[in-house]
Structure formats: C-alpha cells, structure tokens
C-alpha cells in the first residue's frame, strides 16, 4: 500500500503562515483535506500527477496554494493569511484516479495528519 506522512503543522497566530508537506511516492492526483474537532472533514485542494492541474475549496482560494515536486515525491500546502477557521487536523491523500475530486470518498490513501492551530 501507499504510505503518506505529512509535517509541517504547529502553532501559528493569526494573519501569519504555515507550509505542509505530504512524502510519498507514485503517479497519483494528490488533495489535502482538513476536519476540526467536531465537524465533517472537508476538502481544501488537489492537484494533478503533472501539476497542470489544481481544485481549491472556496474558503482558501486566494490564501492557499498546492504544489508538488515529483522529484522529491513531495506535495506542499503553502497557507497564506490563516484565520481561526482554518484551525484543523490536515490529511494529504492519494487518488488513483485521473479526474480531480473533492469528494474524500473517492481518495484511495491517507496520512495520519497533522495539527495545525491558528490562535486568535
């Protein structure tokens, strides 16, 4: 099986930024998702094997960006201007398929996750 492990999360105050990172290996589409205490998880943005194409959700469109280098077998989740809101656990996840989704349930793996706390 595939494994992901992300890093990258902490503590951070409001207005400031955090850059996750998902390793692992494979020609998969790649999405980043979040659940906080108590809600559903959501998505947050998936990007294409070859990086040509990306899906952002609307409350992180102008504040998030996914990247990926193959390379390294590395995806990152560079979080611009985070608010309160956005305080989750955040769970990379891989997708064999070649369409992007939103939906987790269509995802095949994922990491553990990674807390990320915004303080306000």
């Known amino acids: 099986q595939v494994q992901l492990v992300e890093s990258g999360g902490g503590l951070v105050q409001a207005g400031g930024s955090l850059r996750l990172f998902c390793a692992a290996s494979?020609?998969?589409?790649m999405g980043w998702f979040r659940q906080a205490p108590e809600k559903e998880r959501e998505f947050v943005a998936v990007?294409?094997?070859?990086?040509?194409?990306?899906l952002y959700a609307d409350s992180v469109k102008g504040r998030f960006t996914i990247t990926r280098d193959n390379a390294k077998n590395t995806v990152a989740l560079q979080m611009n201007s985070l608010k309160p809101e956005d305080t989750a656990v955040y769970y990379c996840a891989a997708d064999l398929e070649y369409d992007l989704t939103r939906d987790p349930n269509e995802y095949d793996y994922w990491g553990q996750g990674t807390q990320v706390t915004v303080s306000s």
């Open positions: 990007i294409s094997w070859g990086g040509g194409r990306t």
């Open positions: 494979g020609r998969y589409a």
